[in-house]
């Protein structure tokens, strides 16, 4: 057996626990387990002790009030809360919900569940390049628009959206903003005045915390955001989410974010020039394509599209060496072409032969040497073993072209 593992290259679908979040979270287990709702003794005071902290470390983290952090068990149910939350406190005022197409499948599905109980949903296209056009965001807006989601970062291809200028838009019109930056948070500066944000949906486990964990921050002034809440009971969290606190969790969230926020920017720097250099190599190899702006994106990220191989083959000729993704982990499940890849316009062929690298805080330069290394040799194989019927400069002509 080899007992060495593969580089993991895979951090847009989740990151390890960094030691020093473990070890906060440890005591929580099992010396401060007390209940954080219970007030009425020490045990109680100290789990509520780490569970505040992490509450203002993590609106700091956005610049908000740590009374508008509300926990969830991840990015997933911060949007549940968000988009239904939104829909059933809002329905009075109108039914129209503006998303795009390129959206991470937790804002997709409950957008789709409120369409089959009568809500309007417009899923605004993206450019080839996987940024919004605004100009589409404008003519979106109807008179009955409740609730705009939009996600900062993609999690396929990294795309940056221009969340300043929506917020701007959407708070022009006073229509309720939602962000999904389960990929940003930590990547890129946040900051929900400025960036005129209502809500956003946050994640530990993409920043280096645990999985099970998350965040909805929920404006309380300028305006006042009302929610339904999805899950009823003791009313903890406000009343928008019961449920006792996951403390060690909670702690974890709270020190992987601080870490992560005050590592920003020379890590951004670090992974960037990595990423760079990985795409300078990879974009020699011929029928190689970028997937997403070239600079708009975040800096950890690059996905490409291959010419004349099969991605499945690809990716399982690359497995032993390199651990990285196709598609979205959430939907791998589900053997179809990317949702996203195809909404830059790319063919299903294109599409289905798509590598996301997503790199991280322990990826190195030797890794990249090693994948670039890798990755040629496995296209140069999989265009070998089916190159018989299908040449892949003839493919070219059909593809759109970057
Ligand atoms: C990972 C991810 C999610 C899901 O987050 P969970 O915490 O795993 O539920 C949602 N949106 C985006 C953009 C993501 O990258």
Redesign the pocket.
């Known amino acids: 057996m080899n007992s060495q593992r593969p580089i993991y290259l895979d951090c847009?679908a989740t990151t390890p626990v960094a030691p020093e979040v473990m070890a906060a979270m440890l005591p929580f287990f099992t010396e401060y387990f007390g209940n954080p709702s219970s007030l009425s003794h020490a045990y109680g005071w100290e789990a509520e002790a780490g569970v505040k902290k992490a509450r203002e470390i993590l609106a700091g983290a956005i610049a908000a009030e740590p009374s508008e952090i509300i926990f969830t068990s991840?990015?997933?149910?911060a949007?549940n809360l968000a988009i239904k939350g939104v829909a059933e406190a809002y329905m009075s005022e109108g039914k129209h919900i503006i998303t795009v197409q390129t959206e991470?499948s937790?804002?997709l599905e409950p957008c789709r569940y409120l369409e089959r109980l009568g809500f309007s949903v417009t899923y605004l296209p993206v450019q080839p390049d996987g940024l919004i056009d605004l100009q589409d965001l404008e003519n979106a807006f109807r008179d009955d628009t409740i609730l705009v989601s939009i996600?900062a970062?993609?999690?396929e291809i990294g795309v940056l959206q221009p969340i300043e200028q929506i917020g701007a838009r959407c708070r022009d019109r006073n229509i309720i903003f939602h962000t999904?930056a389960?990929?940003a948070l930590g990547k890129i500066p946040l900051n929900v005045q400025t960036m005129h944000i209502d809500l956003l949906?946050m994640?530990a486990?993409?920043l280096y915390g645990p999985?099970g964990i998350?965040a909805l921050y929920v404006r309380r002034k300028n305006p006042r955001v009302q929610l339904a809440p999805q899950i009823h009971g003791g009313g903890q969290e406000r009343g928008l989410r019961s449920g006792t606190l996951y403390t060690p969790q909670i702690v974890g969230f709270g020190e992987a974010v601080r870490i992560v926020i005050d590592e920003m920017e020379s890590e951004v720097n670090r992974i960037g020039e990595l990423r760079d250099r990985l795409w300078a190599q990879l974009s020699e190899l011929p029928g190689i394509h970028l997937n997403g702006h070239s600079t708009q994106r975040l800096a950890n990220n690059l996905n490409v599209s291959i010419e004349g191989v099969d991605g499945n083959a690809l990716l399982s000729g690359l497995r032993g060496a390199i651990a990285l993704s196709s598609v979205s982990a959430?939907s791998t499940t589900n053997p179809k072409p990317s949702h996203v890849i195809k909404a830059l316009g790319r063919s299903n062929e294109l599409a289905k032969a798509t590598l996301r690298f997503g790199l991280g805080r322990d990826t190195c330069e030797k890794d990249v040497l090693k994948t670039v290394k890798v990755v040629s040799d496995g296209i140069r194989a999989a265009r070998l073993n089916q190159g018989n019927q299908r040449p892949f400069r003839k493919i070219r002509q059909d593809n759109y072209d970057d």
């Open positions: 847009n991840g990015a997933t149910e949007n991470h937790a804002v996600m970062a993609n999690n999904d389960a990929q949906s994640t486990h993409k999985k998350g959430c």
